[in-house]
């Protein structure tokens, strides 16, 4: 794109996703259609531009057309933080316009759109109750031509327009559609009883904006939207030799970093797979409590077990230096849950803490989190990969975990897909039946790079601290469906 | 037409922007026996004022054309019309009391008939200004 595209003047909606989904915010001047469903954040979302404005020190005119009562809006608006008590009337006014045009049709409705702009002097203008204009107009060409008179006064002002109308689907076309300068759609659908939302720009001339679907929360905090995170994660490819090369980082289990050779590789992407109670986040911890104890930095994230509670399991294995780290402000344990979550912010939530942190080791918890949370599914594999990318382009080394369906059996389903495929190493931990004793067993399934030992070792949880024992070395026929380390497998019979 | 010996009604001037919210108000007003007049925006009002007097004057406060403290401005500037009572209606909780005597009193949308028509005989029970 040149630097003359670049370079038009824009309206910032002060909605920061938004504006990076607009390439910078709305072209100054520009007419814009923001159509949707009911209920969809059409409004609110209006309201906010609109009171961002005004916190920018500009005026912006809310014009309705037989849409919501001023006082009702306003009495909906006031628990938003955006809204601003003060900024109405003086920066942000509203006037109803039903009865202008009622009295003279859409000819009197552009005089008083015209007449207000110039006599407030505001740069933002708001019509809200499209459709009523739409149906006052004798036919296409007479409505088409109200919309050409608000374009010769968008343009003539320098102000930016937003027509908000009612729709149902982007598949409706309305002839306004090709005269206006963009259109962005909402849409508020239930997914398995779970309400979502989101936001696409149908169009927006002399733009790039980032197409397709991006998930829009409403709350308190006004209208917020995240464009899909696979558009801005994962950018940036990250050299695999750079990871291959780079220096072990230990668990601090003598026995375990002896298997890996000193420790995984820096930057690199672990997955520790496990039933459930084998010991997956107690390892991670433990990962994490020797880059402590070498001075590092990092960050725990995850979806089922909340900061006190890791804190406390930690304590009881003797690993006090998670407990330490928080206390020093060098290890952050964040707690997310994941089914109301959104995945865009989640991902968000991760990344944020990891370069706010400047982590060097990270564990993510109960990595299907993201999976739960994701608006749709077809889109995990492509938010996995991109948030593996971006992990490894911030060179954080991570563990992650992935929970086995089942507690015995041969079989290990791993659905993880995009994770996976970036996945360096992996350390599986199962519960097996061992001489009438149940124990947990660990052993290292893969390093990419690199040898390591493929040996079966018995895992404690002990007081004093997680050991390795080589507990199954004389009796390598283990009661568990067969034998313990079938390769992983997402889809196919298990392999022997 | 009033009838002889009757007193004249009280008479109100509704200003308000909103589709049919005037005419809602006119409906409640005229059943309590107010002569009632609407106007959408603060000129319409001024320029039914050129012709006659209001005891009331019930208005929005922001409004296309002329919003309702510029009408106030103008009333209360007016030696025709600076005794009229005005009545501020608004959703707006950054509107001032009313020190200086521009408006009497306000009426906080949403509101309750029961609730315009107490606050109604209370300002139209105040003692002019000098």
Known sequence: MSDAKRDIPRLLTGIEGLDTILEGGLPNGGVYILQGPPGAGKTILANHVCFNHAAAGRRALYVTVLAESHARMLAHLRRMAFFDPAAVPERVYYVGAFSALEEGGLAALTALIRNELQRLGATLLVVDGLLSARESAGSDREFNKFIHGLQLIAASVGCVVLLLTNTQRTAEHFPEHTMVDGVLHLTDELSNLRPLRHLQVLKLRGSAPVRGLHTVKISDRGFEVRPRLETRFGLRQFPEETIAKGARLAFGIPELDAMLHGGVRAGSLTMLVGSSGSGKSLLGMQFLAEGLRVDERVVYFGFYERPDAIVAKCDRIGNSWIRKGVEAGRAELLWRRPVEGIVDELGDSLIEAVRRNQATRLVIDGINGFELAADLKERVSDVYAAIAQELEALHVTTMYTVELRSLYGPRIDVPINGMSAATQNIVLLRHVEHRARLLRALAILKVRDSDYDAGVREIRFTDEGIRLLKTFDNDPQLIMGGGLAPPVDADGPPKR | ?130
Request: charged fraction near 25%; glycine fraction near 6%.
């Open chain 2, 1 to 130: 037409m009033t009838a002889p010996n009757q007193p004249a009604r009280p008479a109100i001037l509704i200003v308000d922007d909103e589709y049919g919210l005037g005419e809602m108000l006119r409906d409640v007003l005229v059943d309590v026996g107010y002569e009632v007049s609407l106007a959408i925006n603060g000129r319409r009002a001024l320029a039914q004022l050129q012709d006659r007097t209001f005891d009331v004057v019930l208005t929005d406060v922001m409004m296309p054309v002329m919003g309702g403290a510029e009408l106030a401005q103008a009333l209360r500037a007016d030696p025709r019309h600076r005794h009229v009572r005005i009545l501020f209606m608004t959703s707006l909780l950054s509107v001032a009391p009313s020190e200086d005597g521009l408006y009497d009193a306000i009426l906080e949308k949403p509101f309750t008939p029961e609730h315009l028509l107490a606050t109604l005989d209370a300002v139209r029970g105040l003692t002019p200004d000098a």
